[in-house]
Nanobody, 124 residues
Framework: QVQLVESGGGLVQAGGSLRLSCAAS????????MGWFCQSPGKDREFVAA????????YYADSVKGRFTISRDNAKNTVYLQMSSLKPEDTAVYYC?????????????????WGQGTQVTVSS
């Protein structure tokens, strides 16, 4: 079992920045891909970013390319999401997840473990 705890969310003005952290416990996640998804009320969970375990390849939703950066620190069993130039439409609950199955990084299905989420609110 893997437990994931997100932190770093909050209220920020448009144009501001936040850094989300996701700390894993229970098992090392260094050999798994990791991802961030977000969900707004009434909408499906959407892919934000992911990072592979093998070579550190990164993947981003078009809406966040150039603004968000995903990274990982395997020694700390932690993955990060640096969010910059935030927009009101980025407002959502952000979840980190561990990719435990084969398949696309961009879909939630291959992710077997999920955190509880952290709220990000961007005011205009």
């Amino acid at each position: 079992q893997v437990q994931l705890v997100e932190s770093g969310g909050g209220l920020v003005q448009a144009g501001g920045s936040l850094r989300l952290s996701c700390a894993a416990s229970g098992r090392t996640v260094s050999s798994y891909g990791m991802g961030w998804f977000c969900q707004s009320p009434g909408k499906d969970r959407e892919f934000v970013a992911a990072i592979s375990w093998s070579d550190g390849s990164t993947y981003y939703a078009d809406s966040v390319k150039g603004r968000f950066t995903i990274s990982r620190d395997n020694a700390k069993n932690t993955v990060y999401l640096q969010m910059s130039s935030l927009k009101p439409e980025d407002t959502a609950v952000y979840y980190c997840a561990v990719k435990t199955y084969g398949g696309s990084y961009y879909r939630p299905g291959p992710y077997g473990y999920w955190g509880q989420g952290t709220q990000v609110t961007v005011s205009s």
